[in-house]
């Protein structure tokens, strides 16, 4: 399995803006996927990109706001994530699979701790 490790979580108001990474000792021959779990919700699915980058799918709630993206020299995938809302608030986790960009989350076999962002209104 792929080691990886989530940063830059954080406390921002509504409106403003992050950038989430995750780093793995060997990301390029993966799909990889960002997921976020809100207090007393079960986990949802956030965003994928392609091995190569091409091609990434985004949930409705989050699409025109986030990207990802990925560096395969730098074995990181990074969420740009603008125009924050209240409702973004919660664990945010990636998460890799040998899938394409559609996978089911159950088909995601390697995952983070997740890393908190908090959206204050």
């Known amino acids: 399995q792929v080691q990886l490790v989530e940063s830059g979580g954080g406390l921002v108001q509504a409106g403003g803006s992050l950038r989430l990474s995750c780093a793995s000792s060997?990301?390029?021959?993966?799909?990889m996927g960002w997921f976020r779990q809100a207090p007393g919700k079960e986990r949802e699915f956030v965003a994928t990109?392609?091995?190569?980058?091409?091609?990434?799918y985004y949930a409705d709630s989050v699409k025109g706001r986030f990207t990802i993206s990925r560096d395969n020299v730098q074995n990181t995938v990074y969420l740009q994530m603008n125009s924050l809302k209240p409702g973004d608030t919660a664990v945010y986790y990636c998460?890799?699979?040998?899938?394409?960009?559609?996978?089911?989350?159950?088909?995601?076999?390697?995952w983070g701790q997740g890393t908190q962002v908090s959206v204050s209104s």
């Open positions: 998460a890799a699979t040998e899938r394409g960009i559609r996978a089911k989350q159950d088909e995601f076999h390697s």
């Open positions: 060997g990301l390029a021959w993966t799909t």
């Open positions: 990109i392609s091995k190569s980058g091409t091609y990434t």
